[in-house]
């Protein structure tokens, strides 16, 4: 059977690597998207974070003999201390100041940490393999697909929605959320917000980190990694909504499986297609699918 | 008013001596810093140093002194950067220029304003071609010469249906144009072929339409990071174990197996102007640039030597730096150093030289650090490059 000319087959792969993707997509996104939300900061060095997250996977294998699993754990909380003294230093200073002080900031610390690494260790890029016991392939009925992707693809989904979950439905994310409406109120009940503010930059960069462990065995680990990616990201954050979790999550997923049908249907749009969507959302709705 | 015109003429003309007379200035462009910048990138800049060093760092009793401009890898920045070195900036000579689709506006531009071009980055054949001025010469690989390597080598195991997953642009397109040539020449046919961006990060999709096509070989026409990426996907899908269809990487460096590691990239066979291994004279060579660079030599790198070396050369061999009369020269002069074997420059701007095959070592095999390849075969230059288009190439027309 084919679908206007592609094997049923074919397109149901293509659909699934698309998703694959889309999972990189939502987590980058997630991450983004709640550093803006409560810090009201357009964090340009979010690929510089799922860069380091890849990085430290490899130097922590490579310098110290430890595996993926324990660098799944190891490389975000480095990656959030990191994130914990760039906020304490430098971002905090910009929470009154107009957007583009954030995204000016950002974007020179991209080039600093990038910088340091290319400086250490080239742009050619690390070997990371796959960790033994998701090597192989999987029949998953229409295809043969690597364990590790469907692997990726299981983390991811319970990443971003046990992230939302935390965020919409419980205690601490009310508080965060009443934190970001009113700090003055949320402060009088005795809650620090300064450092709830903070946390939150650690962890939207230790999801950053997370996709970089996630990436290191399938993607090139090298200091530009992230700015390959996070241009996209940043058009699936603007698709959903900017701020609206859900929006970046599901964003994240429908769109890289757009893009996985662009590669059968007409690959040489495969990289402008997301872009496509972004200029169209924002012609029709101006504030993304979930804005409000 | 005519007085004023002439003298203005004049004084410009003297002006414009005047610089003549100054010291030889080579540019090298290239992605000093981008995602291709292993490839050659701040390499290059040590090989060229070395150059200019073993001229004792002057020619015609002038100083060389010696330019940097980084493209990061757009050719709209290589443009101009060799707009403004060849009109501002009195530079001589631009080696390097990785992007073909850069390079072919450089050469334009080296005629145009009369300097040199020694192309020894990008790889598109159009370079000899339409494309040719007798103001530049094509320094080592190109899309033709390195497309005649590997079809024969696999067609003679039976492996004889190709497809292709190129990068779309200039230099991917030119591949697959010389590729299909070559491929036929030698009895295989090509069954298809998918083009990806430049500087895609997933592959996955286009080794499925690669493996789903029935192929037996699949020619990855793309570069560095994307190159990586590829082999590396191409791994994770079970394809280089499996062996079928045949990967073939057709530019692959040392750059690119220490990002992959040998497990990973182990008997994949590619073309390569040049292995530091080679032979004594190229190893003793790279021991040089390893001391001073901390690794060994891509070929790209050692092109951009070769081309650095050989110009000053032809400078002091014609006793003048003037363009035209410099290309002439490296036409007619003996060329051979540790890179270029069996080495001549062609009328339209090609050297001709030895190419290689090389097969990655397996980590048994590997004796130690960069020791990555084995030159499987040698492929004379004269089998290798097309053969001259006197319909296509200006220069072969009067």
Known sequence: MEIFGVPLNLL???VMLGLINGSFYAMLSLGLCIIFGMLDIVNFAHGAMYMMGAFFTWMLGHYLGIGYWPSLILAPLLVGVIAIVIERVLVRHLYDLHHIYGLLLTFGLVLVIVGIFRGFYSVSGKPYPIPEALTGVTNIGFMYMPTYRLWVLGASIVVCFGTWLLIERTRLGATLRAAIERPDLVATFGINVPRMITLTFAFGSALAALSGVLAAPIYPVNPLMGESIIVVVFAVV????????????????????LEGLTKV???????ISIFIVMMIVLLVTRSGIAGK | MKKLKTLLMASAAIGLAGTAQADI??????????????????????AVEMAIEDMG????GEPITLVIGDNQHKAE????????????????AIVGINLSSGAIETVHLAERFDKVAMVSDAGSSRLVQEDCTPNHVHWGWNTYSFSAVVPKAMVEKGNDKFFFLTVDYTFGH??????????EAAGGSVVGSVLHPLGANDFSAYILQAQASGASVVPVINSGADTVATIKQAGEFGVLDAGTPVIVPMIFTLADVEALGLEATKNLRAPSSFYWGRDDESRAWSEKFKERFGKMPTFFQAQAYSATYHYLKAVEK???KDAKTVIKTLKSMEIDDFFAKNAYVREDGQLVHDMYLVRVKTPEESEGEFDFFEVEATISGDDAYQPMDPEACKLLQD
Do not use: C
Request: proline share 2%.
């Open chain 1, 12 to 14: 149901l792969s293509q």
């Open chain 2, 25 to 46: 200035k080579i540019g090298l462009a290239g992605d000093m810093s981008g995602k291709q910048s292993a490839l050659a990138g701040p390499g290059s800049q040590v």
């Open chain 2, 77 to 92: 920045l290589e443009a101009s950067i060799a707009r403004r070195w060849y009109e501002d900036e009195d530079v001589d």
């Open chain 2, 318 to 320: 014609a006793g003048t």
């Open chain 1, 265 to 271: 249907y007409y690959p040489e749009a495969s990289h």
């Open chain 2, 174 to 183: 030119d591949m697959m144009a010389d590729a299909t040539t070559n491929i």
């Open chain 1, 238 to 257: 603007v698709i959903g909504g900017l701020g609206s979790i859900i929006g970046s999550i599901i964003g994240g997923f429908v769109l890289g499986t």
């Open chain 2, 57 to 60: 760092g002057e020619v015609l």
